[in-house]
């Protein structure tokens, strides 16, 4: 079962906006990671973080976590119209559980 | 090598026959799993691999799915007696291990579609 789940399920916005997804778990967490996947083709891995950090950037990218509300969020900056994509976040049980657990996914829409 | 490879990018087949997909993870990542998408969904956990060892098998593996990596570097996934819903798209990925996580290097994926 999806442990994850992204908000919104679909996003439109215009180049040069801002995107903003988030992500919700019901576990704890070792570590959420947030991946790419264009149509059709593999997840790309873009970020990850771990339980005991609350933000990380990585170019445009910015993501934050609060293990208090189990919630991510990830914020892509002057969107791109190659940055449509799915997005989805997954997380990596703080059980000892070995494997990642993707959410629903949140589908970006970048116009130009 | 640079990434993870899978083949074949596409197969169809007709229902009651049997598949085989293989995977090649990066050479230097000692895990290795699999995963299933579905139109709209994220991927689905099925089964990994630490070397040769499979360590762990979703339910949704049923007796019809076995997965193998001999010698710890590539893998297979055979599909016995395909349904038609076991049409989707078959990905695997590779990691390092590591107690903090690591990133997955996902393949493209193998699309599956039994008619």
Known sequence: ?112 | DTGVSQDPRHKITKRGQNVTFRCDPISEHNRLYWYRQTLGQGPEFLTYFQNEAQLEKSRLLSDRFSAERPKGSFSTLEIQRTEQGDSAMYLCASSLEGGGGYGYTFGSGTRLTVV
């Open chain 1, 1 to 112: 079962s999806q442990q994850g789940e992204e908000d919104p399920q679909a996003l439109s916005i215009q180049e040069g906006e801002n995107a903003t997804m988030n992500c919700s778990y019901k576990t704890s967490i070792n570590n959420l990671q947030w991946y790419r996947q264009n149509s059709g083709r593999g997840l790309v891995h873009l970020i990850l973080i771990r339980s005991n950090e609350r933000e990380k950037h990585s170019g445009r990218l910015r993501v934050t976590l609060d293990t208090s509300k189990k919630s991510s969020s990830l914020l892509i900056t002057a969107s791109r119209a190659a940055d449509t994509a799915s997005y989805f976040c997954a997380i990596l049980r703080g059980d000892g559980a070995q494997k990642l657990v993707f959410g629903q996914g949140t589908r970006l829409t970048i116009n130009p």
